[in-house]
């Protein structure tokens, strides 16, 4: 399995933009995807963005798409949430995971087998 730690959040207003990194450590020859997901207090874990780690092909929420981009770095072993245009409504923890089989539901949370500690993102109006 992998280590994933993930950096980034915080405070911002509605409407600014906010980039989560998540380090990628461990056994990562056998990563066939990472995702984003999230968890507002109350409710419950949300699906947001996910990408294949060897092909690179992105899958969005429709919630965050056209707004968020997913995307990776294989040299660095970094994978990425740029966030625009946020609104108060984003406000959650968010984490990154990893998906170590071959099959899997990208969207579907009890697929990955790795998550990292997650990262508070507070959008206030």
């Known amino acids: 399995q992998v280590q994933l730690v993930e950096s980034g959040g915080g405070p911002v207003q509605a409407g600014d933009s906010l980039r989560l990194s998540c380090l990628v450590s461990?056994?990562?020859?056998?990563?066939?995807?990472m995702g984003w997901f999230r968890q507002a207090p109350g409710k419950e874990r949300e699906y947001v963005a996910a990408?294949?780690?060897?092909?690179?092909?992105?899958y969005y929420a429709d919630s965050v798409k056209g707004r968020f981009a997913i995307s990776k770095d294989n040299a660095k072993n970094m994978l990425y949430l740029q966030m625009n245009s946020l609104k108060p409504e984003d406000t959650a923890v968010y984490y990154c995971?990893?998906?170590?089989?071959?099959?899997?539901?990208?969207?579907?949370?009890?697929?990955?087998?790795?998550w990292g500690q997650g990262t508070q993102v507070t959008v206030s109006s």
């Open positions: 995971a990893a998906v170590n089989q071959p099959r899997y539901d990208y969207a579907d949370y009890k697929w990955y087998d790795s």
């Open positions: 461990g056994r990562t020859f056998n990563t066939y995807a």
């Open positions: 990408m294949s780690w060897k092909g690179g092909n992105t």
